[in-house]
């Protein structure tokens, strides 16, 4: 054999070992993008042995917030700057209905065995836990019966970090119990929202089921979008109302605004992105910049005379005159349970055909609305 030949051939067999030696960082490659939108939390299948689930803090620049390692195997070693989790989960506390929607379409409600402020919920399901004695109701979330949940002792609790507070964390570990942040509400887009399903579902070794949900769950707001390209004229839209003194309106980087503007709707404040998430304002504000606004959602009212007792000034503006008023209770039920917030928060594909229904109504003639209801 020549000796240019021979070379070759070790250069080969070197590079193909070097290649070979490396299977983690390829591994890491391959899974890298596994999100698309969401932004504060990270999935990472590298390791063989567990999942590492990393929440991002939003309110301390993104700096990291929590650690979650899963594994099958209670012998497997994780490091030390996480939480060790065993999965499949088997029981789960929530404290907050947005998680419900999520828990539904893995299937696992029936892990569900504690609930915060069981008259908020909207889900068949977890209503009927909480009449039989199943599922624990265990109070306002900011004041938890420690004694019921102690008796429950849930294998994990599915919580939210209001404003960045962690007093709750500690009062939970203080209790010996594992809180599990869920920080989908701070994500800036719906479909971020939506992809934490992706986070619920590695507890309950349902990654590939929760893909799925999602992927489908994706491509149904992405055809949704299609559906409203070719619109030039835009209705222009008010969200909200006041609230003891204070109109909190939807910022420019909210998700609410991304809505807006994937309907194919005007919003006055669709380029303020120097607020997070809202903008404080004032009856009189809203007055100036919407009230010749042709659309208006999201009021918590059961029928414009309703929203007019409650502030007089409404019937000022041009969608109230022209009762083109919604609210998003249309899944509600009169303890205050509203699926919007439960299913809704899992169903972007949802919001966005229900807002092109309301704003360009040919576009979606055999739609019924979901969560929307026009106020008479």
Same mark, same amino acid.
């Given at each position: 054999?020549?000796?240019?030949?021979?070379?070759?051939?070790?250069?080969?067999?070197?590079?193909?070992?070097?290649?070979?030696?490396?299977?983690?960082?390829?591994?890491?490659?391959?899974?890298?993008?596994?999100?698309?939108?969401?932004?504060?939390?990270?999935?990472?299948?590298?390791?063989?042995?567990?999942?590492?689930?990393?929440?991002?803090?939003?309110?301390?620049?993104?700096?990291?917030?929590?650690?979650?390692?899963?594994?099958?195997?209670?012998?497997?070693?994780?490091?030390?700057?996480?939480?060790?989790?065993?999965?499949?989960?088997?029981?789960?506390?929530?404290?907050?209905?947005?998680?419900?929607?999520?828990?539904?379409?893995?299937?696992?409600?029936?892990?569900?065995?504690?609930?915060?402020?069981?008259?908020?919920?909207?889900?068949?399901?977890?209503?009927?836990?909480?009449?039989?004695? *199943?599922?624990?109701?265990? $109070? /306002?979330?900011?004041?938890?019966? &420690?004694?019921?949940? +102690?008796?429950? =002792? #849930?294998?994990?609790?599915? *919580?939210?970090?209001?404003? $960045? /507070?962690?007093?709750?964390?500690? &009062?939970?570990?203080? +209790?010996?119990? =594992? #809180?599990?942040?869920?920080?989908?509400?701070?994500?800036?887009?719906?479909?971020?929202?939506?992809?934490?399903?992706?986070?619920?579902?590695?507890?309950?070794?349902?990654?590939?089921?929760?893909?799925?949900?999602?992927?489908?769950?994706?491509?149904?707001?992405?055809?949704?979008?299609?559906?409203?390209?070719?619109?030039?004229?835009?209705?222009?839209?008010?969200?909200?109302?006041?609230?003891?003194?204070?109109?909190?309106?939807?910022?420019?980087?909210?998700?609410?605004?991304?809505?807006?503007?994937?309907?194919?709707?005007?919003?006055?404040?669709?380029?303020?992105?120097?607020?997070?998430?809202?903008?404080?304002?004032?009856?009189?504000?809203?007055?100036?910049?919407?009230?010749?606004?042709?659309?208006?959602?999201?009021?918590?009212?059961?029928?414009?005379?309703?929203?007019?007792?409650?502030?007089?000034?409404?019937?000022?503006?041009?969608?109230?005159?022209?009762?083109?008023?919604?609210?998003?209770?249309?899944?509600?039920?009169?303890?205050?349970?509203?699926?919007?917030?439960?299913?809704?928060?899992?169903?972007?594909?949802?919001?966005?055909?229900?807002?092109?229904?309301?704003?360009?109504?040919?576009?979606?003639?055999?739609?019924?609305?979901?969560?929307?209801?026009?106020?008479?």
């Amino acid at each position: 054999m020549h000796t240019k030949n021979l070379v070759l051939i070790l250069l080969t067999v070197f590079l193909i070992s070097l290649s070979g030696c490396k299977p983690q960082a390829q591994k890491e490659v391959q899974t890298k993008g596994e999100l698309k939108y969401a932004k504060i939390f990270d999935l990472d299948n590298s390791s063989n042995a567990y999942t590492k689930l990393t929440v991002f803090n939003p309110w301390n620049d993104y700096s990291i917030h929590s650690i979650y390692y899963l594994t099958n195997n209670e012998e497997t070693e994780t490091p030390s700057d996480g939480m060790k989790v065993i999965t499949p989960v088997k029981t789960v506390m929530v404290n907050s209905a947005t998680h419900l929607g999520f828990l539904s379409l893995l299937g696992e409600l029936d892990k569900v065995k504690g609930v915060c402020n069981a008259k908020y919920v909207y889900n068949l399901y977890i209503l009927e836990g909480v009449e039989s004695g *199943t599922v624990k109701d265990l $109070g /306002d979330s900011f004041n938890l019966d &420690t004694e019921q949940l +102690l008796m429950l =002792n #849930p294998q994990i609790i599915f *919580t939210t970090a209001y404003n $960045g /507070d962690q007093k709750e964390a500690e &009062t939970l570990k203080r +209790l010996n119990q =594992n #809180p599990i942040f869920n920080l989908e509400w701070q994500e800036s887009s719906l479909l971020g929202r939506a992809e934490w399903i992706k986070f619920i579902g590695a507890f309950f070794n349902k990654s590939a089921q929760a893909d799925s949900i999602f992927n489908d769950i994706e491509a149904n707001y992405l055809t949704a979008k299609q559906i409203v390209n070719h619109v030039s004229e835009k209705p222009s839209i008010l969200s909200g109302q006041d609230f003891r003194g204070t109109w909190s309106l939807p910022s420019g980087n909210s998700y609410a605004a991304q809505l807006f503007k994937d309907a194919k709707v005007a919003y006055y404040y669709e380029d303020e992105v120097a607020h997070q998430g809202s903008i404080p304002s004032s009856i009189e504000e809203a007055m100036v910049y919407f009230h010749n606004a042709d659309l208006w959602v999201n009021v918590q009212a059961k029928s414009l005379e309703e929203l007019e007792q409650n502030n007089d000034k409404y019937k000022l503006f041009k969608a109230f005159k022209e009762g083109n008023v919604y609210s998003n209770n249309k899944r509600s039920h009169a303890e205050g349970g509203n699926d919007y917030w439960e299913s809704g928060v899992a169903r972007p594909d949802l919001l966005l055909k229900d807002l092109i229904k309301v704003a360009h109504p040919s576009l979606l003639p055999e739609y019924e609305l979901t969560y929307m209801r026009k106020l008479d």
